[in-house]
């Protein structure tokens, strides 16, 4: 199975400041990998798909990049709304994996 | 648009049984598998498996088995997922979802709380 190694487990950050949560597959999945944000008790939500596609409606100060084995989601000037947790999941393979998410506090 | 809603939270004891529905609207029901994952309270993501809604086959991922038993009922366009035995450490929200091939949609999840 793919195993997917997110840093940092937890970060702390204020209003304005530029963020980046990395995301390391343990083999190579091309671009197979998709970023969500889960607020407590919602549904994770679906902000980057194949490592660089914004999905609608997700603010443009969302960005991801990378290929093969590490990926990255930015942040470039953290909002009020974006305190959430944050996930990479590799959809590669038909067997799911997902990081162990990315805590983003004030 | 692609819709899974998923059936209203519960309440069981430790070893009985729970169904948790994922009923789909929005597309051809038997186009795309429905994977099923496992939040447990202050944790990530776990990916439980799949199953294939043309042919009924399910995958279960490692940890998954035995307990756990994924179903379909295509003449209502609905998965479902059955855990027996509960103990307590099954105390997690449970969330159905799908690739489309253009894009992954969620249910709402399903909290499933074991207590005595």
């Known amino acids: 199975d793919i195993q997917l190694t997110q840093s940092p487990s937890s970060l702390s950050a204020s209003v304005g400041d530029r963020v980046t949560i990395t995301c390391r597959a343990s083999q190579d999945i091309l671009t197979s990998l998709n970023w969500y944000q889960q607020k407590p008790g919602k549904a994770p939500k679906l902000f980057i798909y194949?490592?660089?596609s914004l999905q609608g409606g997700v603010p443009s100060r969302f960005s991801g990049s990378g290929s093969g084995t590490t990926f990255t989601l930015t942040i470039s000037s953290l909002q009020p709304e974006d305190f959430a947790t944050y996930y990479c999941?590799?959809?590669?393979?038909?067997?799911?994996?997902f990081g162990q998410g990315t805590k983003v506090e004030i | 648009q692609v819709q899974l809603v998923q059936s209203g939270s519960e309440l069981k004891k430790p070893g009985a049984s729970v169904k948790v529905s994922c009923k789909a609207s929005g597309y051809t029901f038997t186009s795309y598998a429905i994977n099923w994952v496992r939040q447990a309270p202050g944790q990530g993501l776990e990916w439980m498996g799949w199953?294939?809604?043309?042919?009924?086959?399910?995958m279960y991922a490692q940890g998954f088995t035995g307990r756990f038993v994924f179903s379909l009922d295509t003449s209502v366009s609905t998965a479902y997922l059955q855990i027996s035995s509960l103990k307590a450490d099954d105390t997690a929200i449970y969330f159905c979802?799908?690739?489309?091939?253009?894009?992954?949609?969620w249910g709402q999840g399903t909290l499933v709380t074991v207590s005595s």
């Open positions: 199953i294939t809604t043309n042919t009924g086959n399910p």
């Open positions: 194949a490592a660089s």
């Open positions: 979802a799908i690739d489309s091939g253009s894009g992954f949609h």
């Open positions: 999941q590799q959809a590669f393979s038909a067997r799911w994996s």
